[in-house]
């Protein structure tokens, strides 16, 4: 599971760079090789003697790239929907990402009727997601505007 949780990370952190950091996206595989090597310890920072200087945080007065922020904040969710029971809507949304091409936009399934996540569990979500992005001082406006992207894929299924 930790496999498909880490790549599923990585598809759905770059289909919202394509929407919210699109001049971004050629850095994308740069970010997600340090990833997927320990997404623990990228989102957390644990086990690294220092920030990396390519993810701007070592340079004075540089604004830091968004897409670590994106996968960062992409885990977290991904982590709590897992712990929370949600393991079946992660796997609907790997599949659904696997069906799109590079190109296209996730299309909502009509059929299904309803969403993979409640107002309730959003909520529940979001207050986790909240704490986290403060544990590892995630900049508030970044993290609320890729935490709407990620509801907003995660509702699109």
């Not at 970010?31 to 990228?42: G, L, R, Y």
């Not at 540089?62 to 904040?73: G, K, R, Y």
Request: a neutral charge; charged letters at 30%; zero cysteines.
């Amino acid at each position: 599971m930790e496999d498909f949780k880490t790549e599923l990370a990585s598809d759905l952190s770059r289909e919202i760079a394509r929407d919210i950091a699109p001049n971004e996206l050629k850095l994308f595989d740069d970010f997600k090789e340090k990833f997927v090597k320990n997404p623990e310890a990228f989102v957390t920072g644990k086990g690294q003697k220092t920030k990396d200087p390519m993810l701007g945080f070592a340079v004075p007065g540089a604004d830091p790239f968004i897409i670590p922020t994106i996968l960062s904040v992409v885990w977290i969710a991904i982590d709590f929907i897992i712990k929370t029971g949600g393991e079946a809507a992660i796997k609907k949304l790997g599949e659904k990402l696997a069906e799109n091409t590079a190109d296209k936009i996730i299309k909502t399934d009509q059929s299904q009727g309803k969403r993979p996540l409640t107002n309730e569990q959003i909520k529940e979500l979001k207050q986790y997601a909240i704490s986290q992005a403060k544990i590892e001082k995630i900049n508030e406006k970044k993290f609320s505007l890729i935490f709407d992207a990620v509801i907003g894929k995660i509702n699109q299924m």
